[in-house]
């Protein structure tokens, strides 16, 4: 399989207030094609800068503070703007957070899919509009609904039409910020549906940003659990979830409920995430940690392979089986 | 799961630490030098209008003569009067100076008239809807659709020259713009949770209003009471200006009135018509600067284009 | 024994907007958000409503809170109407009942502290002022918020959505209710962050021998808190019975899209298309019959001709659909 993005060593920095927030801190990530891949972590772990410099469209006030992004082999960042602009919408593109809400509400969904079309992709009028249809139809909407205007469809609607947008230009990959999380849970499953149909029949690539696990074991091959701005854990998702490698994994499946399983008491992560002007000494997730040791709080765990293509920053990676055990019961006084 | 572990869990999570409200409004002001700017000039012309009576030297309206008994008319600026005296023999300074208390005066009282006028029309109008609703806004298009200055030099004959009636002019007729903005604020506020959340703990409508929607909507009065009191300040030197201003008061548009009658411009006496401009001009130029800044910390979107 | 709460076709409506012709033609078209509730909840119970948004649930929640009036319909608290209580009655409902609301950015006051908007039920329900202060810290400690000078002079936004949820709780519970609504109490929080208030939620309950009403769209949280729920469809009762029945058999075509829509933490999950197509209806203009025919693949003539009643199908289990007496 090849890959399509490589992220290696990425950081991006905000300036707020005079100082420097390292949102992203040395990013590295693998996206084979044809996979979905599932970016999982709390808000304000930097999941949704991430997707946006990956994208390109980070906001004023942010840069890209190192690292590297290759699309297909080529090295995003070293691109001049204008080329890297040309590859926006066509070989990536991207559904923002509220996305049904950034469809233009004076315009017909035709004319917006239209200006897409013409513009980014050079189509003329007449092939554009009969595109248009094509996408209407692949993300599961009628096609006759592009007359209407946004606010005549419902949510789950507006979100599909969107994705129909991202995709008008046959991009390789779909970044996707929160695509559900608005959503009732019956609509959600039809947008994730689309999604997964998408992935099967053009083979399209994405990547989900969520904070909900659930989603991800739903529909993502792979998953990347981000916290604080780094990549924890990293792995498919089917071992990733069924015996997590990350005491945070741990943490979020524990808190994540299971309608298949007779209920058990959720066990909620004490504390808060950490204040990324001025990160924690060593593992950034040791201060909420029930097992840290005092090396976790000396320096910044490597991630360690636990498994064929599954990787843990956890300095006790080799003890996750017995570290799962502890972290599914409700409390413990002590770290074994 | 005990209490305590959940309590536990609790006092884990950061401290929150309420900013000093000083300190911040400090911090934005030095990052925002025009509304700096504005707040100085306003300062320094309050602690002349308010210590008027130390920094004068003269009594503004006391005609003097000069050592040799002669008026002492129409001199140029010297040592003894910094601009020198008008064609009567009054002191200019002490009369620039003097003139500063009437103009900020008005200002400010109208500023409040209007910001107290608008907020209370806004909130009842916003929050209690229909009849009441529709009334106080057809009020509004009607005072809306008068000529400003006509209409108050009207009531100013009709009533009589004085600050009162100046203030109230003012008021009555820029009520609407603030109304009409804190309305819309109202009906926004309205429907979130926490009108709701007030409701069921047991308030009544009116503390609704009053303690929970209104501290809400004070910026927005704040902000158009600024813009109010330069309008205000012109409004009351153009009718000084025009000669419907009270007729022996000292006020920077008496003093534009009288130079002008008295022919200063063909006289070249600038130093008597040029301050009063002048100090017009920056007084109300300040409170456009500080509204704006105002502005800006209220709905910082708009800075984000910097 | 009374219940705490009954309710006999419980109706709401709105009015709409007409257009022209419609004016012209004496007509008044009306959103029947809810229509025609029979509730019953008894001391103690733990109740769910279950439905998407546009079902009616959110307005169900406050027309148990008298925060809108009914359009039809009967609706007792402990025995008593509760639209036809006066001004001095109210002041005592609002002493028992308490709501927990969705967004809690929103749902407090953002000029506020939160001693002030923790207090608010205090001062308005004629607690003497002496006490303000104890109460106002008994509740936030209560919650989980162990320190709560720490928190006092904060304003909201200064906290984080678990915090200033707890807030809200503590509110809710400052005058000691014995009934609560949580409205979408953990929605707008991240899914880690939930666990911590669903487990005080549940410990709460049984400390201080609550009555609840939970209304969500997410089956996850109504199994957690709920003995028994009831799922909603365009205003109206689809299915009812013990939550875990409801989960594991679910009889009615609706809640069995449901709870085969909710995604599960691991990759084995069922996967199969949904029976139910298309989305939620408009209110506004029903379908005859049964409403979900539209959408429900199993939908035949008498769907069309008769909506479908109550009929019981397990024991305290009740679904409302033809295909039982099939």
Redesign the interface.
């Known amino acids: 399989m090849s890959t399509l993005l490589a992220v290696d060593n990425l950081s991006v920095a905000y300036r707020r207030d005079g100082r420097a927030i390292r949102a992203v801190d040395g990013v590295d990530l693998t996206l084979p094609a044809g996979v979905m891949l599932g970016l999982v972590g ?2 304000g772990c930097g999941k949704s800068t991430l997707a946006r410099a990956l994208m390109g469209v980070l906001p ?1 006030n942010a840069r890209i503070a190192g690292g590297s992004i290759r699309l297909a082999g080529e090295d995003l960042l070293a691109m001049a703007p204008a080329a890297r602009r040309a590859r926006l919408w066509r070989d990536i593109s991207f559904v923002p957070q509220t996305a049904m809400n950034a469809l233009d509400p004076v315009y017909r969904l035709r004319d917006q899919m239209r200006e897409v079309l013409t513009e980014r992709g050079g189509l003329p009028r007449a092939a554009a509009d009969r595109r248009a249809e094509e996408l209407f139809g692949a993300v599961g909407l009628d096609p006759r609904r592009l007359e209407d205007f946004p606010h005549q469809f ?4 507006r979100q599909r039409a969107t994705i129909a947008m991202a995709l008008a230009l046959s991009p390789k990959l779909i970044i996707a910020d929160e695509p559900v999380t608005a959503l ?7 947008v ?2 689309t999604l ?1 149909a998408l992935g099967r029949d053009l083979g399209l690539s994405a990547i989900i940003v969520t ?5 991800v ?2 529909l993502c091959s792979l998953t990347a659990v981000m916290y604080a701005g780094r990549i924890v854990e990293y792995g498919p ?2 071992a990733l ?2 015996a997590p490698a990350h005491p945070y994994t741990m ?10 399983r007779a ?1 058990e ?8 995430p950490p ?1 990324l002007s001025r990160p924690p000494r060593g593992c950034r997730f040791a201060p ?1 940690c029930r097992f840290a040791l005092p090396a976790c709080r000396e320096s910044e765990p490597a991630a360690v392979a636990v498994g064929d293509q599954h990787r843990s920053a956890c300095l006790r990676a080799g003890e996750a089986p017995a570290l799962r055990a502890a972290a599914g019961r ?2 413990t006084e002590a770290a074994p | 799961m005990a209490i305590a572990d959940i309590a536990r869990e609790g006092a884990a999570a950061g401290k929150p630490v309420p900013a000093g409200a000083l300190a911040r409004f400090a911090g934005y002001l030095w990052q925002n030098p025009s509304a700096l700017v504005g707040l100085v000039i306003y300062l320094v012309f309050v602690l002349v209008a308010l210590l008027a009576g130390l920094i004068a030297p003269y009594d503004p309206t006391e005609i003097l003569f000069a050592d040799d008994g002669q008026l002492a008319a129409s001199l140029p600026p010297s040592a003894a009067h910094l601009l020198g005296t008008t064609n009567l023999g009054r002191d200019v300074f002490s009369q620039l100076v003097l003139g500063a208390r009437p103009s900020l005066l008005v200002g400010i009282t109208a500023a409040l008239a209007v910001a107290t006028i608008g907020s209370l029309v806004g909130l009842v109008a916003g929050y209690l809807g229909g009849f009441v609703d529709r009334t106080l806004m057809r009020l509004a298009d009607l005072v809306l659709g008068l000529p400003f200055l006509p209409f108050v030099i009207v009531l100013v004959a009709l009533a009589g020259a004085s600050l009162q009636q100046i203030v109230l002019a003012v008021a009555l007729l820029l009520w609407p713009n603030a109304a009409r903005v804190i309305r819309s604020q109202v009906l926004t506020l309205s429907q979130r949770q926490f009108v709701e959340a007030a409701r069921v703990t047991g308030a009544s409508e009116w503390r609704i209003m009053f303690v929970h929607i209104a501290p809400n909507i004070v910026p927005l009065a704040f902000l158009y009471g600024s813009i109010a009191v330069g309008w205000a300040i012109l409004t009351e030197a153009s009718l000084s200006f025009l000669g419907f201003g009270k007729a022996d008061a000292i006020s920077w548009g008496t003093m534009l009135q009288d130079a002008y009658a008295s022919q200063a411009l063909d006289r070249q006496q600038f130093a008597w018509f040029v301050p009063p401009g002048i100090c017009l001009v920056l007084v109300v130029l300040a409170g456009f600067l500080i509204s704006r800044g105002y502005e800006e910390l209220l709905f910082p979107k708009l800075r984000e284009g910097r | 024994m009374t219940p705490l709460i009954q309710s006999f076709g419980l109706r709401k409506s709105f009015p709409l907007s007409r257009s022209l012709p419609q004016m012209l033609r004496g007509e008044r078209p009306t959103l029947m958000a809810v229509d025609g509730i029979d509730l019953t909840i008894q001391r103690g119970d733990s109740v769910g409503l279950v439905g998407e948004s546009g079902s009616g649930k959110t307005t169900v929640g406050r027309l148990l809170l008298r925060l809108t009036p009914l359009s039809g319909g009967q609706l007792t608290y402990a025995g008593e109407h509760i639209d036809r209580m006066g001004p001095a009655r109210l002041r005592g409902f609002r002493r028992q009942a308490q709501l927990v609301f969705q967004n809690p950015f929103d749902a407090v006051n953002p000029r506020f502290t939160i001693r002030r908007i923790v207090a608010e039920p205090l001062i308005n329900l004629g607690v003497p002022r002496r006490e303000h202060g104890e109460r106002v810290a008994e509740s936030l400690r209560l919650v989980g918020l162990a320190e709560p000078q720490r928190y006092l002079d904060s304003l909201p936004h200064q906290l984080s959505g678990g915090e200033l949820q707890r807030v809200v709780l503590a509110r809710a519970l400052v005058i000691g209710p014995e009934f609560l609504v949580a409205d979408e109490p953990v929605s707008m929080l991240d899914v880690s962050v939930r666990a911590g208030i669903l487990n005080l939620m549940r410990e709460l309950k049984q400390r201080l021998a609550l009555t609840s009403f939970t209304i969500s769209h997410d089956l996850t949280l109504v199994r957690y808190v709920c003995g028994r729920t009831l799922v909603m469809y365009l205003g109206r009762i689809v299915e009812e019975g013990p939550t875990e029945e409801l989960i594991l058999r679910p009889a009615h075509p609706y809640t069995r899209a449901l709870v085969a829509a909710v995604p599960r933490p691991h990759v084995e999950q069922p996967r199969e298309r949904l029976p139910i197509s298309g989305a939620i209806g408009s209110g506004s203009d029903p379908p005859s019959g049964c409403r979900l025919r539209a959408r429900c693949p199993y939908a035949f003539a008498r769907c069309a001709q008769e909506e479908p009643r109550l009929v019981p199908v397990a024991p305290g289990h009740l679904s409302a659909c033809h295909l039982h007496s099939a």
Do not use: F, K
Request: net charge negative; glycine share 10%; hydrophobic share 40%.
């Open positions: 709390e808000s004023g419902s949510g789950g609607m009732d849970v019956i609509v959600q499953r039809q994730l549906d997964r904070h909900d696990i659930s989603v074991a739903y998702t089917a979830t069924r943490g979020l499946m524990n808190a994540s409920p299971d309608l298949d209920v008491t959720l066990v909620a992560i004490d504390g808060a204040d909420r409700a409390r």
